[in-house]
C-alpha cells in the first residue's frame, strides 16, 4: 500500500522557519506529481507548492512565492518544503500529496491527487 509520511511541523514565531519533508514508502515518486497542500478548519484544502518529478518544474502559490521552496532528493524518495518568513496566515495542517502522472496545474486540483500523508500541524505565532 502507498505510504506518506510528513515531518518537520511546529509551533514558531512570525519570520520564523520550518522545513517540511515528506517520505513516501511502496512506491516511487518518478511518475507523480507532488505536493504540499494546507487546510484550516472551515476552508478547503489549497494548493501551496507542487513539483513534478519528470522534469523537476515547480509551482508555487502566490502567498507563498519567494519565502517557500519545494524540493526533492531522488536517493531518499523525500520531498521537502523549506517554508522561511513564515506569518501568522501560514498556520494549517499541511498535507503531503501525489499524483499520478498528472500536470502541475494539479496543485490547484485537489481533487485529482491520488495519495495523502496524514498531515503535520504548522503553527505561526504573532
Known amino acids: 500500500e502507498v505510504q506518506l509520511v510528513e515531518s518537520g511541523g511546529g509551533l514558531v514565531q512570525a519570520g520564523g522557519s520550518l522545513r517540511l519533508a515528506c517520505a513516501a514508502s511502496?512506491?516511487?515518486?518518478?511518475?507523480?506529481?507532488i505536493g504540499w497542500f494546507r487546510q484550516v478548519p472551515g476552508k478547503e484544502r489549497e494548493g501551496v507548492s507542487c513539483?513534478?518529478?519528470?522534469?523537476?518544474?515547480?509551482y508555487y502559490q502566490n502567498s507563498v512565492k519567494g519565502r517557500f521552496t519545494i524540493s526533492s532528493d531522488n536517493a531518499k524518495n523525500t520531498v521537502y518544503l523549506e517554508m522561511n518568513s513564515l506569518k501568522p496566515e501560514d498556520t494549517a495542517i499541511y498535507y503531503c500529496g501525489a499524483a499520478w502522472r498528472r500536470m502541475l496545474d494539479t496543485c490547484n486540483k485537489v481533487h485529482e491527487v491520488d495519495y495523502w500523508g496524514p498531515g503535520t500541524q504548522v503553527t505561526v505565532s504573532s
Open positions: 511502496r512506491f516511487t515518486f518518478d511518475e507523480y506529481m
Open positions: 513539483i513534478s518529478r519528470s522534469d523537476g518544474s515547480t
